[in-house]
């Protein structure tokens, strides 16, 4: 990890003051404490980079996009960020982490196209 990528795993991990909260394709980023997702991110600078290109290569304007599985949003906001008249669906069933990931979603400037499912989808 470099140094820049440290200090900022210090300060949005354990700083008061901005502990629990990080700045992620123009968003803030809520995210629970012990969070393996947000060390990830700290570790990799954009989660999952080429699973997020392939996905940022298929968008197209005025779809829709369906996270299953979204934690934090690490994937959803970055497509909102790239396709401007994309809308997206983050599906979450872990209650606490849905409510961090609805904090975020709701200081959103693009949460007019964000919507939170908080449940658990399967089939059957």
Not at 7 to 21: A, D
Request: hydrophobic share 45%; proline share 7%; net charge positive.
């Amino acid at each position: 990890m470099n140094l820049k990528r440290s200090l900022k795993r210090w300060l949005y991990g354990t700083c008061p003051g901005f502990k629990g909260v990080f700045p992620y394709f123009g968003e803030q980023i809520h995210f629970p404490p012990g969070s393996l997702i947000f060390e990830l991110a700290m570790l990799e600078g954009i989660f999952e980079h080429e699973n997020l290109r392939l996905l940022q290569s298929a968008l197209r304007p005025h779809t829709w996009a369906f996270d299953i599985g979204a934690n934090i949003g690490l994937m959803s906001a970055p497509l909102l960020d790239t396709e401007p008249t994309l809308r997206v669906v983050s599906v979450e069933a872990s209650p606490r982490t849905a409510a961090h990931l609805a904090r975020t979603i709701a200081g959103s400037a693009r949460r007019d196209r964000w919507q939170l499912v908080p449940k658990a989808l399967g089939a059957g």
